[in-house]
């Protein structure tokens, strides 16, 4: 491993992604947060002023940012001069954040995003590490059209998925084919960040989510998809709808998912030996944030449930259970993931973690 | 419509369907509760006395049944003497439930229950009114195995099917032929009654439901069935797959539902108009309790919501919306109908005044 | 009473309590909405679109009002030349209320609003109708400072203070002299409006609201103040201290009071008497939207409570209980109010019901 | 420190409380968990077994219990033969408590317990250990009641005074006289235990606790007694009023205070100087469980607050803060403190810590 330790700016550091990765971050064996920025507003000050009033987190902010301070996110020079990689979660329009983050790849940082702006964009990986690591393969078209001196822009998926992409991963790796796929998402109200979901949406209530659905349905596809000349091609012979819904909990995703098959179906057992000891590339070369087991499996027939079982391996491992047959397609489960830790600021660290490993990033200092 | 007022008789009367009963059956044109009954421990106290501390609807008591006492639910003399009909919403074991009905209509006595244990009995209709009224028929039968001068049962389906069937009906009975549907309920805790649910399982929480996933998945095919032989035969041409979980909500189950159809698939716009323009037997009839128009569509992207519309026409209209296609199966949308009035205490009312009005229930006096 | 119909302006009708005061108003014998008024941003379009989206009642949007076009606040002539009375429920800087308020008044306008910006104004009337009804006197006093031909203002105190005000008049009128008060207040989200308090303040938690304490301590100082020379003076024999938090509630503001009497104690039942038997103004005006009764008491140990008791008489009367001893002060108990209905909307309602049926609200049609 | 181990037996092991000391014992120093006992229901199965679907902590079981049997709590003679401390926690009537405390104590074991049997019984000490620790002389006298052999028993206090009761000690260690105290308390869920608390009193709602008032108004003054002839006597000089509410939260008790001194009022900055600055025996010591500083107190206007801060020092330590005035007492604050950690099995933990350290319980093997 790279002996020096990796710079590392978080760019929207006073949201409520942008706390969890600081909670995260806080003594990374690898990586050392050396910028915080965040829009102009909070510029200026320092962190614990910036997040007086607005930390969300059940831990409190780490003592070695409260007197850090906090520089704006558009300041590409001071960050480039800083930091070697860039956590990305700063909300602007799509435009906007298509433009940040090619400046700061253009100047040779690189970008792991947690926004939404460049998930369609061919030449970006859009990374779960134990599922599609290879993806990584098309940055090197990638920096080609960013320019010379290019660094790169990997990004995370939508938290909506996270869970559930993982339970299909590794019965395609044994060889079947899950080929339809409906999913009914209770979504955690951090997911929309703070202030975020209104409490009169769901004291008594659930809402739907229609704005969602569409990224539910469709970024698994790329995910799934194939390298080819450089860019990803969806994957064409997997069909997912989505009912998404936010629910009155503060953090998970939850999807309830019947699932079909084309071609044979793995038995129940099967599917749950295959979750049990599915061993991908992250947990083989032991990266510092992997859970030791990605996908934890659960027997009871509760289970899993959201307050008790989303920090499992610290929020980092989905849980899935509740596997039995499906009376329309093949098989119904439900699984759960933690939608800031690992559907957000956990997963990007793990990613950033494989593109370390992987030799893309490295320490310019 | 008979003259005389039906004397009623609520088992089961302290507990929160019993509730419901007593708050719906207030001020009633046809029914005039006569009888409140509960286990033995209740007996013997005056009505306010036996809910001090247990009353949990929005709306208090009803001044009327504060000072009448309540009975022995066993006490089938006196049940008999004082009322025609029974609603039974009492807890026991199935097969004390199906002992103690049987009791009552043996005597004479009309029931209509709310309990399962006589929902799989074949000569037992299970009625939702707008949907299946035909399937009265079998109480003919039944009465002749029950014995001379028996009354008769029928019973309501569990409140987690009441939405999502509601809104096939009309479908079918414009010709097309739903085949296939899943459905993941957002059910609320009052489904559990009281105490019920543990409120530990439902902060920060979603609780799985496995007990209700059965009851969802086949009283359907009941319900759709068809009379042969005074018996109800199951329909058989159509599969349901359930997903079952408790939502932090007080009161309304909301389903989310992917539906395919065997032959061709109905428009949006065509569906739309079937559900808007639904007319069944309750509503032509002007049954008191039948809500003017079934199916209340929403065309706002985020309805229904529990809170906002769980109480359309006093809680016995479904809400449906959310109709979009479905990239697995044909269609999906949500639906959501208030569980213990219209999936319990109100559906039970409207189903004794169907069978009040086709003559089966009748006034002794 | 008028035979013609008060013509009456919204101000502020898109928002939380906007959309309250169309829900009562809906009806109303004396009164008849004319103008639908809000920020430019709303302004031109018709009510269904302007809420569409942001209606978060349990009671769907009247019809009427679906299709009325919204106006701008700040067309003072369209509503001067449609409306007599204005209700002022406009969210805007406390300079820009007071300008706005005055302009509807000097145009011959009567507002009552529920913004805080006057209610420091010492001839500015801050009315609870059932307390302090006399206190309108000072309106002559005000409308001369106006100028020639104005109407007049009227304000509602904080929705924090609605209870337990009212649990203390009726002790003063019979001739006991409260003098040491200390609520804690468990306050509803919808206090905060829409989108108001964030989910994330209250899933799994309650949220200390320092600003709402100085309301909570002071308005009822000016509430029980006499009227001197036109302006009110504040009552100054009478001490309150405020410890204000949000709970995770839709409606309704709960207050645990204890309480000290300067001289002799009133005995529990008497004050039990008191509460019961008291009879106001507005009860015997028969004003439309006076409760019958307005404080229903609770003799159960475990009520008041939010869910079961906030919607009391259309959520127009207080409910108080669990009175008993305090070993540090006197007495103690706790008293609940509908905070958007008697707290906000419902009580200005009846304080222009009182303004006219004084003469000074009147028709100019 | 006893070079071995104490064995130690948890009574009432698969209820919440019990839950929470397995989850607290792994891995403990000192102690270690070679009993587990609890109802004959639960008896003769695995931990694991025993609380399938009734485990309710966010961490999951701690492995090494999942494997052990559970006994049942009357078979006295495998706990003293395999135990030499006990944590109480089952749930009996008092007068069986009483009775199961005494013959584990005359057997010789020594009992902590949570239950309120023996917290009105003058030679049972009732120990907060930053509070009270000289209150465990009278275990002289009590062990001679009772009888040759005999162990001892101490008690923890209820979870709902463990707050403030630790913000007024190091301010009578400081010389200033609190004597009179207001608290309303909102308390968790997860104090009623589990199934406890019904979701449908406490969603859209908070419901009155008047069986905890008592508790909270009588047990501080037991506290902060004084030893006498081998008794404890109650302080008189103090008088407590309380609300106690059940709030919709998982975990945490927070009471808002008013306080009132007998003689002079310290000032603001000394209060917060004499709670940051305290540091009471088991701090000295460093016990294990002991939060490295007992009091942390915030200057942020809206906290303390339930989610963000019960976890604090791992539950163990109280958070305090909003300090102001009072209009009618002298200072007004809130606290807060977890339940089922510091107010039920950390606090009994901590006590048996004391017990350890001073030589009453020692290691018998």
Chains 1, 2, 3, 4 share one sequence.
């Not at 998402?185 to 975020?196: H, I």
């Not at 997912?240 to 038995?267: D, K, N, W």
């Not at 049990?276 to 944030?289: A, V, Y």
């Not at 509740?322 to 098989?331: A, K, N, T």
Request: hydrophobic content about 40%.
């Amino acid at each position: 491993m790279s002996q020096k330790k990796i710079h590392v700016a978080v760019i929207g550091a006073t949201g409520m992604v942008g706390q969890q990765y600081l909670s995260i971050l806080s003594g990374h064996p690898w990586f050392e947060v050396t910028v915080l920025a965040a829009s102009a507003k909070s510029a200026g000050r320092t962190y614990g002023e910036a997040v007086r009033g607005r930390w969300h987190l059940e831990k409190s902010v780490p003592e070695e940012f409260t007197g850090m301070m906090v520089i704006d996110a558009l300041d590409i020079k001071t960050v480039k001069a800083r930091a070697d990689l860039v956590f990305s979660a700063i909300s602007l329009s799509p435009d906007d954040t298509i433009k940040l983050e090619d400046a700061y790849a253009s100047e040779g940082l690189w970008v792991v995003s947690n926004n939404s702006a460049h998930r369609n964009t061919p030449d970006v990986p859009m990374i779960i590490p134990e599922v599609n690591p290879g993806h990584l393969a098309v940055l090197k078209d990638q920096r080609r059209r960013l320019g010379k001196g290019a660094g790169g822009i990997a990004v995370k998926p939508n938290c909506s998925i996270q869970g559930f992409v993982m339970t299909l991963a590794p019965l395609y790796e044994a060889g079947w084919v899950p080929s339809n796929l409906i999913t009914t998402n209770f979504q955690a109200v951090s997911g929309a960040g703070y202030p975020g979901q209104a409490s009169l949406d769901v004291i008594d209530n659930c809402l739907p989510l229609p704005g969602e659905e569409h990224k539910t349905m469709t970024e698994p596809l790329k995910i799934f998809g194939r390298v080819q000349d450089g860019r990803i091609v969806q994957k064409e012979d997997l069909r997912i709808s989505a009912h998404c819904m936010r629910v009155p909990v503060i953090h998970g995703h939850l999807s309830a998912v019947s699932l079909g098959f084309a071609g044979e179906t793995p038995g129940m057992e099967k599917v749950i030996s295959l979750w049990k000891e599915w061993m991908p590339l992250p947990q083989s070369l032991k990266l510092p944030s992997a859970p030791l087991q990605p996908i934890h499996v659960f027997s009871e027939p509760d289970r899993p449930q959201h307050r008790l079982d989303r920090d499992i391996e610290k929020g980092m491992a989905a849980a899935a259970g509740r596997l039995r047959e499906c009376s329309v397609l093949d098989l119904r489960y439900t699984c759960l993931s933690h939608n800031t830790i690992r559907g957000a600021a956990g997963g990007a660290i793990l990613t950033a973690e494989l593109m370390t490993h992987e030799g893309y990033v490295t320490s310019r200092r």
